[in-house]
């Protein structure tokens, strides 16, 4: 045992480790206690930690042998399941190709309502007294007094705004506002991306035509600016959704498997997708030193308009590959929660949503990942990424 406790050990194969386990196993019960502090003990050892690494390393991706052990006519039988689990992948594959369908419906019900949504946010349409009433939840409903001293501030600010002859239009920075609230969104943000978003009207979502391959876009739509000429953006995603017959079993659901973007026609000088630098050269030979001025890319949101592209051989290098996966993910985020339920993210209410989907183990993951960050800060040697 005292050759266990010694933090000097320097070696420890899985023999020994057998050894402390039988040990082990005969004191426990004599003393639960003692034998949990010697578990606590065994488990702070680099050296057993290390064996059992390696055990269970050893363990990943090998077969637990029952299928092997089976008799031929049970092996037949069960390949007889998998070629009916391959035909339940294709039937799979056409309910959501149907779901999609019903997505194009519903979208052209939908998109009356975030038309009028767009005319309230620009100042096209003021909305009538009645639409705007809204009655709160009962966990939101106040006193009576309470409501009347919001009532009379509401007044002296009606009055104060009167007098300096302010008349805000529409709903100002939404979608900026929805953007900053989102943390996908915002980290994409740059301080510089700020002035040009404020000029963002609204976000479409148009879904492909009848019997054209999968497919959906997003469309970014301004309003004139200084910053560049055109009037939309669009982002298109493409999709499949058919099992890959060289994997069915991996068949989830409909897949992005691609994306292009568009061309921004920017205004002279105010491309924030790149900035300009100057670095100082020396001559090796006459030492003579000279200034030389280079276009390099620049962190912005508007990048998101010019994702890698996918060569055919579909192969990419592991930075574009994490590129394209968060913007997968964004794309599917803008158009599945963000269009649909964009005041929402403007109050903040969806975001109290989103956060209840979140557990308790999720959250301490969260905070360890954060104290992760916090020893690379305070270590001298870290560099952050640019």
């Known amino acids: 045992?005292?050759?266990?406790?010694?933090?000097?050990?320097?070696?420890?194969?899985?023999?020994?480790?057998?050894?402390?386990?039988?040990?082990?196993?005969?004191?426990?019960?004599?003393?639960?206690?003692?034998?949990?502090?010697?578990?606590?003990?065994?488990?702070?050892?680099?050296?057993?930690?290390?064996?059992?690494?390696?055990?269970?390393?050893?363990?990943?991706?090998?077969?637990s042998g029952y299928m092997?052990?089976?008799?031929?006519v049970v092996k037949r039988r069960v390949n007889a399941l998998k070629n009916l689990q391959v035909k339940c992948a294709h039937i799979e594959a056409k309910f959501y190709e149907e779901v999609h369908e019903l997505e194009r419906k519903y979208a052209a019900l939908y998109q009356p309502l975030f038309d009028k949504r767009s005319e309230i946010v620009r100042a096209a349409y003021e909305p009538t007294d009645e639409e705007?009433?809204?009655?709160?939840?009962?966990e939101e409903e106040l006193t009576v007094s309470k409501q009347e001293e919001m009532k009379e501030k509401a007044k002296v600010e009606e009055e104060k705004k009167d007098e300096e002859k302010e008349d805000p239009k529409g709903i100002p920075e939404f979608w900026l506002t929805?953007?900053?609230?989102?943390?996908?969104?915002?980290?994409?943000?740059?301080?510089?991306?700020?002035?040009?978003?404020?000029?963002?009207?609204?976000?479409?979502?148009?879904?492909?035509?009848?019997?054209?391959?999968?497919?959906?876009?997003?469309?970014?739509?301004?309003?004139?600016?200084?910053?560049?000429?055109?009037?939309?953006?669009?982002?298109?995603?493409?999709?499949?959704?058919?099992p890959d017959e060289s994997d069915p079993f991996s068949f989830d659901?409909?897949?992005?498997?691609?994306?292009?973007?568009?061309?921004?026609?920017w205004v002279k000088g105010k491309n924030v997708t790149l900035k300009t630098i100057k670095k100082k050269q020396k001559h090796k030979g006459r030492g003579t030193v000279r200034t030389v001025t280079k276009t390099v890319p620049n962190d912005s949101?508007?990048?998101?308009?010019?994702?890698?592209?996918?060569?055919?051989?579909?192969?990419?290098d592991e930075d574009s590959?994490?590129?394209?996966a968060a913007d997968f993910e964004i794309g599917h985020f803008i158009r599945e929660r963000i269009v649909?339920?964009?005041?929402?993210?403007?109050?903040?209410?969806?975001?109290?949503?989103?956060?209840?989907?979140?557990?308790?183990?999720?959250?301490?993951a969260d905070d360890e990942e954060g104290e992760e960050e916090a020893d690379e800060e305070n270590d001298p040697d870290y560099e952050p990424k640019v």
């Open 1 to 63: 045992m005292a050759d266990l406790d010694n933090k000097d050990q320097t070696e420890m194969d899985p023999a020994d480790m057998e050894d402390v386990e039988d040990v082990e196993e005969e004191e426990t019960g004599e003393d639960n206690s003692k034998a949990r502090q010697l578990t606590m003990q065994m488990m702070q050892n680099p050296q057993i930690l290390a064996a059992l690494q390696e055990r269970l390393d050893g363990l990943v991706g090998s077969p």
């Open 68 to 72: 092997e052990s089976l008799p031929k």
């Open 132 to 138: 705007c009433e809204w009655k709160p939840d009962e």
């Open 178 to 242: 929805v953007f900053k609230n989102v943390d996908l969104l915002s980290e994409m943000l740059q301080e510089h991306d700020e002035p040009i978003l404020k000029h963002l009207q609204d976000i479409k979502v148009k879904f492909s035509d009848a019997g054209q391959p999968m497919s959906f876009t997003l469309e970014f739509h301004f309003e004139p600016n200084d910053f560049f000429t055109n009037t939309v953006l669009t982002k298109t995603y493409k999709m499949r959704s058919e």
């Open 253 to 265: 659901g409909p897949e992005i498997m691609g994306c292009t973007g568009c061309t921004i026609d």
């Open 301 to 316: 949101f508007f990048n998101f308009f010019s994702p890698p592209e996918v060569p055919e051989s579909g192969e990419l």
């Open 321 to 324: 590959e994490a590129v394209l």
């Open 340 to 364: 649909p339920r964009a005041v929402l993210y403007f109050t903040g209410e969806a975001i109290e949503d989103d956060d209840d989907d979140y557990d308790e183990e999720g959250e301490e």
